[in-house]
């Protein structure tokens, strides 16, 4: 079946800018995941939702940064003024929750470069 | 607080060699812990995970990884090395706290298999 899937693959901006970047998480799965991945570092957590709303925001680093899931599907990161220091990979997993902890099901990421 | 320690920026290994990527990790309760490869240009994808149980675990492509909770570790491993294990390998931890979801990644390993 389709996997979780992330658009656009990459983003190139202005500093200032606003940019929104989208995921589309495996279809049935309840949870949905925005990582951010800096160069040469692991995925560090930004954000969980449980359908539509936002379970745990503890990893966004300010309030330029936000994220919607209206539906309970798709999602949508939002960062307002761009700064060079977003640059980076920005991932997003889904997991169906089914009781046990599940793994967490990788999108391929959108590499955002601000300039 | 939770977290992980990958100590090896970077792994060789001769082909059909067994092979070692190493994990620690810090969390307050018990762990769910986690193996994901990372191949260029591509998304994390999910190895293996400890949730309770046997001690060590079995994953996709034959890896495994054995859970010490006295050294609170979770080493990876494979018996024989093939070039295409190649690749970025990534820790990960959650704690067991009700209404925890995120991951905490490592910084991750640089496995690479020399023919």
């Known amino acids: 079946g389709a996997g979780v899937s992330q658009t656009p693959s990459n983003k190139v901006t202005e500093k200032g800018k606003y940019v929104e970047l989208r995921c589309d998480p495996i279809?049935?799965?309840?949870?949905l995941y925005w990582y951010r991945q800096s160069l040469g570092q692991g995925p560090e957590f930004l954000i969980y939702?449980?359908?539509?709303?936002?379970?745990?925001d503890s990893g966004l680093p300010n309030d330029r940064f936000f994220a919607v899931r209206p539906e309970g599907s798709v999602s949508t990161l939002k960062i307002q003024r761009t700064e060079r220091g977003d640059s980076a990979v920005y991932l997003c997993?889904?997991?169906?929750?089914?009781?046990?902890?599940?793994?967490?099901?990788f999108g391929p990421g959108t590499r955002l470069t601000v300039l | 607080a939770q977290s992980v320690a990958q100590p090896e920026d970077q792994v060789n290994v001769a082909e059909g060699n067994p092979l070692t990527v190493k994990c620690t990790y810090s969390?307050?309760?018990?762990?769910?812990l986690f193996w994901y490869v990372q191949y260029p240009n591509r998304g994390l994808q999910f190895l293996l995970k400890?949730?309770?149980?046997?001690?060590l675990v079995k994953g996709s492509y034959g890896f495994e990884a054995e859970f010490n909770k006295s050294q609170t570790s979770f080493h990876l491993k494979k018996p024989s090395a093939l070039v295409s294990d190649s690749a970025l390998y990534f820790c990960?931890?959650?704690?067991?706290?009700?209404?925890?979801?995120?991951?905490?990644f490592g910084t991750g390993t640089r496995l690479t298999i020399i023919p």
């Open positions: 997993a889904s997991s169906s929750l089914g009781g046990a902890p599940d793994e967490q099901f």
């Open positions: 279809s049935g799965h309840t949870a």
């Open positions: 939702f449980q359908g539509t709303g936002a379970a745990d």
């Open positions: 969390v307050s309760g018990n762990p769910y």
């Open positions: 400890y949730i309770t149980g046997d001690n």
């Open positions: 990960a931890v959650r704690d067991r706290d009700f209404g925890n979801e995120k991951l905490t």
